[in-house]
């Protein structure tokens, strides 16, 4: 079984940075893709970013683009996101996720992590 724990998340000034890990067990993922969602209050999860696990090109939402990287560990199971420049809109729960199917399709991540709250203040 699957289980990702996100860690990381907290308050932070508009403009600052923070880093977000995702640390992954239960399987070996070497066919998955692991991404990055986020929730904002009222809103809908929305995509962030994403990786294949065993290597290749990242995704990224428009909103994020040069701001945010997403980047894997695999000797310690972890994913990150490198969340620079930091805007009071970034604020939401983001959770982890792992698609087996080796797509970007945001319907087929179907594992997730419980979320850490980022909160940027203006």
């Known amino acids: 079984q699957v289980q990702l724990v996100e860690s990381g998340g907290g308050l932070v000034q508009a403009g600052g940075s923070l880093k977000l890990s995702c640390a992954a067990s239960g399987r070996t993922f070497n066919n998955y893709v692991m991404g990055w969602f986020r929730q904002a209050p009222e809103k809908e999860r929305e995509f962030v970013a994403a990786?294949?696990?065993?290597?290749?090109?990242?995704r990224y939402a428009d909103s994020v683009k040069g701001r945010f990287t997403i980047s894997r560990d695999n000797a310690k199971n972890t994913v990150y996101l490198q969340m620079n420049s930091l805007k009071p809109e970034d604020t939401a729960v983001y959770y982890c996720a792992a698609n087996p199917y080796g797509s970007y399709s945001p319907r087929l991540f179907n594992d997730w992590g419980r979320g850490t709250q980022v909160t940027v203040s203006s």
């Open positions: 990786i294949p696990w065993s290597g290749g090109s990242t």
